[in-house]
């Protein structure tokens, strides 16, 4: 079952918590599918949150950010790794949830074959892991997630318990360092790094 447009246009650090258990699911080409269970996550609050892409403005990067919630927000780091992102907030906030790490459910043939190993707690575990082993790129930059295409989330319950920590690799956001704004399912040996 699909989630909701509503469940995107809450606050944005509540989505953060609540994509937690959710499946990602990625249908192949031949039909197939791809699936995982977010297991980490990041929230980026827009004007509030100088470590956030949208906190200056629009762009061509972030446009995806000020649109509808429930969308693929897709950026590349390092000139080599795509990072996937759920726009979110009310109508307006340019904000998006950073999906940091999956536990790997269905297609691990493909999974694996993409990423070049099969050690299971390492496929998805990590932004740019995730997105190698999903087949997830720049192709689906503004997708929407709700419309039951090749990318999209999928209703799951939710976990018993989740832990909140610093988000990662955001060294230059001033006060936004210190949010407790990174939030895991709590014990998940899938996490990207330990909180």
Not at 97 to 108: C, S
Not at 142 to 159: E, F, H, K, Q, V
Request: hydrophobic share 35%; charged share 20%; glycine share 10%.
């Amino acid at each position: 079952m699909h989630l909701s447009r509503a469940f995107f246009e809450q606050d944005t650090v509540t989505v953060a918590k609540a994509l937690l258990g959710q499946h990602l699911v990625r249908r192949e080409p031949d039909g197939t599918l791809s699936q995982g269970r977010i297991v980490e996550t990041e929230a980026y609050c827009g004007y509030r949150d100088k470590a956030c892409h949208s906190y200056k403005g629009k762009s061509d990067r972030t446009k995806a950010m000020f649109g509808p919630s429930g969308h693929a927000y897709i950026y590349l780091i390092y000139g080599m790794y795509h990072c996937f992102n759920v726009t979110s907030g009310p109508p307006g906030e340019p904000e998006a949830v950073l999906i940091r790490a999956l536990e790997p459910l269905d297609g691990l043939p493909q999974m694996e074959s993409r990423r070049g190993m099969n050690k299971l707690r390492q496929l998805c575990s990590g932004p740019g892991k995730l997105c190698i082993a999903m087949d997830i790129h720049k192709a689906h930059y503004g997708t929407d997630l709700l419309a039951g295409g090749d990318l999209y989330l999928a209703a799951a319950p939710p976990p018993a318990e989740i832990t909140a920590s610093k988000r990662i690799n955001i060294g230059y956001a001033e006060e936004a360092v210190d949010f407790l704004w990174r939030f895991s399912v709590a014990g998940s040996s899938f996490v990207s790094v330990k909180p």
